[in-house]
T-cell receptor
Framework: DVKVTQSSRYLVKRTGEKVFLECVQDMDHENMFWYRQDPGLGLRLIYF???????EKGDIPEGYSVSREKKERFSLILESASTNQTSMYLCASSPRTGTSTDTQYFGPGTRLTVL | KQEVTQIPAALSVPEGENLVLNCSFT??????LQWFRQDPGKGLTSLLLIQSSQREQTSGRLNASLDKSSGRSTLYIAASQPGDSATYLC????????????FGAGTRLAVHP
């Protein structure tokens, strides 16, 4: 089974802190994604990566950056945490076979609270 | 720009009922549509993926249909059980590849004994 793990289930940080969220997948997937999920807004794509050291912005990249130094690991960085970044953060990975049956596999999520 | 809408936002039913969750999308040029399940405070699990050439997919008590021309998909749950209580989300791919997905806001289902 595909396994996507996230470094923390719950995290509490203070305004202005630099925050790192880590995601690791064990299925050699090319694509990795970071989403945030807020009530009533659904999942919104922050950044994604289609290869090592490659990244592209999603719908809401402001205030975030990412790093992918190894294929299995994709990190989300909040440069200076703010209260409006309090949210559930979900990481996902998917293969890039180019077929119409590729799906995404999700981690358990990190509930981040910024005080 | 593709938009995905799910109706209703929440649903509460007694155990044993058959129910239908709805998903609509504005751009019919999709190559698949997926339904996911999310338990409270957890990640998403893929339930069903319907390719654009298919009309429906079945897994156990779940049946998902796709009508591209009308921009609609339905998820049918037969003989609902309390264990089906969760949020159900549908998603379609962005244009441009890389398997990026656009999600609906979800339907929160509660099945009570």
């Amino acid at each position: 089974d595909v396994k996507v793990t996230q470094s923390s289930r719950y995290l509490v940080k203070r305004t202005g802190e630099k925050v790192f969220l880590e995601c690791v997948q064990d299925m050699d997937h090319e694509n990795m994604f970071w989403y945030r999920q807020d009530p009533g807004l659904g999942l919104r794509l922050i950044y994604f990566s289609y290869d090592v050291k490659m990244k592209e912005k999603g719908d809401i990249p402001e205030g975030y950056s990412v790093s992918r130094e190894k294929k299995e690991r994709f990190s989300l960085i909040l440069e200076s945490a703010s209260t409006n970044q309090t949210s559930m953060y979900l990481c996902a990975s998917s293969p890039r076979t180019g077929t119409s049956t590729d799906t995404q596999y999700f981690g358990p999520g990190t509930r981040l609270t910024v005080l | 720009k593709q938009e995905v809408t799910q109706i209703p936002a929440a649903l509460s039913v007694p155990e044993g009922e058959n129910l239908v969750l709805n998903c609509s999308f504005t751009d019919s040029a999709i190559y698949n549509l997926q339904w996911f399940r999310q338990d409270p405070g957890k990640g998403l699990t893929s339930l069903l993926l319907i390719q654009s050439s298919q009309r429906e997919q079945t897994s156990g008590r779940l049946n998902a249909s796709l009508d591209k021309s009308s921009g609609r998909s339905t998820l049918y749950i037969a003989a609902s059980q309390p264990g089906d209580s969760a949020t159900y989300l549908c998603a379609v791919p962005f244009s441009g590849g890389y398997n990026k997905l656009i999600f609906g806001a979800g339907t929160r289902l509660a099945v009570h004994p």
